[in-house]
């Protein structure tokens, strides 16, 4: 299994291109189900979870060509409406295709999610949406079995969900009449996969404000040459707490800044100097770090998927600060492996305080999930010495070319076997 070794201590400068965004482009991959055709998808990451969706898609019968992080998704011959637990044990983001393959053919067998090792994230929104909408739902031994034809409904989460929401909006945009989603997410990646079916005929109608999609359902999408899929903020997020971290300045090109404004108000709240122009940021880091608290919720708020590369920015603070977790509230695990560098973090249920020290020491440590990995890859990239992160499967399921991008900024990491 492979691992990264890190000599830490090594200020970054110079330029970083963000990738496509993984938790955009999963879900337009699981679209290009809904009507046969021939889709090109533009600036999608080279990630294990794209790579997963392709063979889930493969499975179903789509023929799918990646190079250059260009995608070639053929429909036109999908004819198996099954998602196998061997695929959707590894990323939860499999579901997707539930929505899709209901539109396309009124049924569907899809084993039960996996995904990362902390936390339920239950798919009863899913599903309880899915009935409304005149669907049958039976568990089999694992596989949620759906089937039926599909009608416009009135839907109203009882908490807002990103997964639900675009299954949801995916089922309903070739169903008989009108669909109104409530207490919907509106997270930029939602955002773009509607952008992406109204661009292929779909007729929705996004309410920002109220959290409102009204979905008018039609007979039949058009297949779109291309479409590009938008930058990663979490990456680009990840990038601006490790220089603040680590020290050094650099430049993040190919982002929308409104998609990290909460991040950036943080940041600059915490004493780092930013400068945004139109599709990029110069940021350079600034001693002492001011301890800056913060409560993850949806989006417009401070995402779930930054808390853990925040909690190490406040490990250098110079006094106290209090993360509290709101979207999934034991999204902790890498709190004991923080330790190992020195950090000194107590947990109370989904808050975690974090006492500021004046340096971390290197260490081995273990990666659990995705974003906790990126954690501590800034956190060894801080602390002299060397130091090992094994179980970087993780990371690879999130973050395109890790290893080079830090190293162009002059970070010394290694990949090993």
């Not at 590894?90 to 396309?104: D, H, N, Q």
């Not at 305080?353 to 999930?369: C, N, Q, Y």
Request: aromatic share 6%; with cysteine; net charge neutral.
């Amino acid at each position: 299994m492979d691992k990264f070794i890190i000599n830490g201590g090594r200020k970054i400068f110079g330029e970083v291109t963000i990738s496509g965004s993984k938790n955009a482009v999963l879900p337009i991959m699981a679209a290009t189900i809904i009507e046969p055709g021939i889709y090109t998808i533009k600036n999608v990451p080279i990630l294990r979870d794209t790579v997963t969706m392709a063979r889930l898609l493969e499975i179903i019968g789509a023929k799918i060509t990646f190079s250059d992080n260009q995608l070639i998704i053929d429909s036109n011959n999908c004819n198996n409406p099954i998602a196998p637990y061997d695929l959707v044990k590894t990323m939860r983001a499999s579901f997707y295709v539930l929505g899709p393959l209901l539109s396309r053919f009124n049924e569907a067998t899809v084993s039960l999610p996996g995904g990362c090792a902390w936390g339920p994230r239950p798919v009863d929104f899913h599903l309880k949406a899915l009935k409304e909408m005149g669907a049958k739902v039976n568990l089999d031994y694992g596989n949620i079995v759906i089937t039926g034809s599909l009608k416009g409904s009135n839907i109203k989460f009882k908490k807002i969900s990103v997964g639900a929401t675009g299954n949801i909006i995916m089922a309903a945009v070739k169903a008989d009449g009108i669909t109104v989603i409530e207490n919907a997410s509106v997270e930029p990646e939602i955002i773009n996969l509607v952008d992406f079916l109204n661009n292929i005929g779909a007729d929705i109608k996004v309410f920002k404000d109220k959290n409102r999609y009204v979905v008018a359902g039609v007979d039949k999408l058009n297949c779109l040459s291309e479409y590009e899929v938008i930058p990663d903020r979490i990456e680009a997020g990840t990038y601006m707490i490790a220089v603040a971290l680590i020290g050094g300045k650099i430049t993040i090109n190919n982002i929308i800044p409104n998609h990290l404004q909460i991040v950036i108000d943080k940041m600059l709240d915490a004493g780092v100097m930013i400068n945004v122009a139109d599709q990029s940021l110069t940021i350079e880091s600034s001693q002492p770090i001011k301890p800056v608290n913060i409560t993850t919720s949806e989006y417009p708020g401070f995402p779930t998927d930054l808390q853990a590369q925040w909690m190490v920015l406040m490990t250098l603070a110079k006094g106290e600060s209090k993360i509290t977790e709101n979207i999934y509230k034991d999204r902790f695990t890498h709190i004991a492996e923080l330790k190992r560098f020195g950090c000194i973090i107590r947990l109370e249920e989904n808050c975690a305080f974090i006492t500021g020290v004046d340096k971390l020491k290197s260490a081995p440590v273990m990666s659990t999930d995705i974003r906790a990995s990126a954690s501590l890859v800034i956190a060894a990239l801080k602390a002299k010495g060397e130091s090992e992160v094994s179980r970087i499967y993780h990371l690879d399921r999130g973050y395109e070319n890790i290893v080079d991008k830090f190293g162009q900024l002059g970070a010394n990491i290694k990949r090993v076997k």
